[in-house]
């Protein structure tokens, strides 16, 4: 047997309360040894990782990769790319494309590509209602069966509380995982940014908190009541984790996330109009901000990407009319360790937020120990990247890293002990 041998490797992998420098060793797409070499077998390739990290595949829980339907605006294989650039070996696609992901064909198409791409496995979110219409039930079985890893209805909104319960029963009776997204459509309705001094100051319609927790408040009820295997998608405020912290007390089984933006920037952000800041959720308070980071730091929150590549014309637009969301997969992982480098994030949190969380939620075993596929990323903490528009990997021009030098590089990623990008 011939290993692929990382020596001096910083192996920080949570899920195993490991931080330590150590050789790796991996043939057949498994991890044969740590710490040791193998009775048998030969070195087929070394890596000298001193001074590196290695840490376990990062999964996203919510990003939305364009195709099919808005190849204009990016492909799966430019996404999972630009993805596999900050250490990302997994995936979950929302299924807000064109057509939606409300059928086995569709997920199908989705799989082709993301296979022939080879880059990040694309891990698909069906749709829960018909075209995403949050009326008729889409076929959840089928959907499920065909690969998808849970349903989702993004952020289009259901019908009634009845649509959203019956949604529920039906997953729990097949115990299909549901993301679910907290917005009352009624309180957002028009809203483009946080509700608060920064939208009065610059005249534009604000979405309260309330419109996430009001939404939230119903959806843990129903949870409560179903017994639904439930992940709430995308948080913004400290009221959401309050909530979410309650729920968990009294026996609720619910995880959650939010979007690495609302832990960077806040709704000051907005000044000036930039349309870059126009995302949803919105970009908050700085006391939620800080509420979010101590959930992280806490470890009752998983961090998402929420990418959403845009083409340039799609922000031109004035502020409340550009269309919203950030492309962040080429800068998530220096933007994410600056707040590791200030001080607010601390690093095995970082790692927890973005590998050892996310599988949980997916059910899947991502850690580095002996005998499990090596999904894994080699990270270099110290180099530094410029980021030219000229030179995204993702599609979108959306980027709030272009123009920018940050540090810490991905400087290998591998996916079953395939070396994928690096």
Request: hydrophobic content about 40%.
């Amino acid at each position: 047997m011939r290993y692929l041998h990382i020596e001096n490797a910083r192996l920080i992998d949570p899920s195993q309360n490991l931080d330590q420098v150590t050789d790796v060793y991996v043939a057949e797409g498994r991890i044969h040894a740590i710490g040791h070499k193998p009775a048998t077998g030969g070195i087929e390739h070394s890596i000298d990782a001193s001074g590196l990290l290695l840490v376990p595949g990062l999964i996203d829980l919510g990003a939305h990769l364009a195709e099919p339907g808005f190849t204009h605006k990016g492909s799966i294989a430019s996404e999972t790319r630009a993805a596999c650039a900050s250490g990302f070996t997994h995936v979950c696609a929302l299924p807000d494309t064109k057509p939606v992901a409300d059928s086995p064909a569709v997920i199908q198409l989705i799989q082709e590509k993301a296979a022939k791409a080879g880059f990040a496995k694309v891990l698909p979110l069906g749709a829960l209602t018909q075209g995403l219409a949050g009326e008729q039930l889409a076929s959840m079985f089928s959907l499920s069966e065909a690969g998808c890893v849970a349903l989702s209805n993004a952020r289009a909104p259901f019908k009634d509380s009845y649509v959203l319960r019956r949604v529920m029963e039906y997953a729990a009776t097949y115990d299909i995982p549901v993301f679910l997204n907290p917005d009352d459509a009624a309180l957002s309705d028009g809203g483009c940014m946080h509700e608060g001094p920064t939208a009065t100051r610059l005249g534009l319609t604000g979405i309260p908190q309330t419109a996430e927790t009001i939404a939230l408040a119903q959806m843990l009820l129903l949870v409560e009541q179903t017994g639904v295997r439930a992940h709430i998608s995308q948080i913004s405020c400290a009221r959401s984790v309050r909530m979410l912290a309650q729920a968990r007390e009294q026996g609720i089984r619910v995880s959650a996330d939010t979007p690495l933006a609302n832990l960077i920037y806040t709704d000051e952000a907005v000044t000036g109009y930039n349309s870059q800041f126009n995302v949803q959720p919105p970009l908050r308070s700085e006391s939620d901000r800080q509420a979010l980071l101590a959930a992280v730091n806490a470890g009752e929150l998983a961090i998402s990407s929420n990418h959403r590549p845009h083409e340039v014309a799609a922000k031109k637009a004035p502020f409340a009319d550009a269309e919203p969301g950030m492309s962040i997969f080429d800068g998530f992982l220096p933007l994410a360790l600056r707040l590791v480098e200030c001080g607010e994030l601390e690093l095995s949190a970082l790692i927890r937020a973005t590998s050892t969380l996310p599988a949980e939620v997916l059910g899947q075993n991502q850690s580095l120990s002996e005998g499990n596929w090596f999904n894994a990323a080699l990270i270099d903490p110290a180099a530094e990247q410029s980021f030219r528009r000229s030179t995204l990997l993702s599609k979108g021009r959306n980027s709030p890293v272009a123009g920018k030098t940050l540090k810490g590089a991905v400087n290998a990623v591998f996916i079953d002990g395939r070396k994928v990008f690096g």
